[in-house]
């Protein structure tokens, strides 16, 4: 009798093993997603100065900037071009003023920087503004321009504004970088 109790017990243990076995396989599964790769974009900025409405010629390095005349309390406005020509990233882009030279001070001098359609005439984004000293000192101001890479290149508007504090003859020569970098 022990020995059918026995036997009648492992059967049931086979049986059991067998069904778990068997419903395990039909419960499960598995896939395998293999080579993946995942790379940054890009950032390859350049600029332009073409009074196109569509940018012009685009250009790697530095291109020439503007002169002109301002009398105190006067501001005189130019247009440029910046793009992303290497791919579809989002990146913030600084701006500096770098080799600040002449007779007129740096605290005296406002620039702004105004996102504008590619008219030139309808601003699109917040105007950011700083004396050239406060430009000139970049790691305080943060990423100051957003440039939109969903239309491929951005043009904005350069004011330049003397104080009209100034009381004395003179000259301003400088110098604007402009740095991209990705964003989340």
């Known amino acids: 009798m022990k020995l059918r109790i026995l036997l009648s017990a492992f059967i049931i243990c086979v049986v059991a093993a067998t069904a778990f076995v068997a419903t395990r396989a039909t419960l499960s599964d598995q ?25 012009g010629t685009f250009h790697d390095t530095s291109i020439t900037g ?34 600040i030279s002449g007779e007129i ?4 001098v406002t620039v702004t920087f105004t996102p504008v359609d590619n008219n030139g005439t309808t601003n699109t984004g917040t105007p950011s503004a700083h004396t050239l000293a406060d430009w000139n000192s970049a790691s305080s101001l943060n990423p100051t321009l957003i440039h939109n890479v969903n239309s491929g290149r951005q043009r904005y508007k ?10 004395t003859s003179g000259s301003i020569n400088f110098d604007f970088i402009f740095t991209g970098t990705q964003t989340p």
Do not use: H, R, Y
């Open 31 to 55: 896939v395998t997603l293999a080579a993946s790769t995942f790379s940054t974009g890009t950032v390859n900025l350049q600029i332009s100065s073409s009074q196109t409405t569509s940018g």
């Open 105 to 108: 001070s740096p605290t005296d």
């Open 158 to 167: 350069m004011d330049v504004a003397l104080s009209s504090s100034v009381t």
């Open 66 to 99: 503007f002169t002109g005349s301002v009398l105190p309390g006067q501001t005189t406005s130019e247009l440029l071009w910046l793009k992303n020509s290497s791919s579809d990233t989002d990146f913030a882009l600084a701006a500096q003023s770098a080799s």
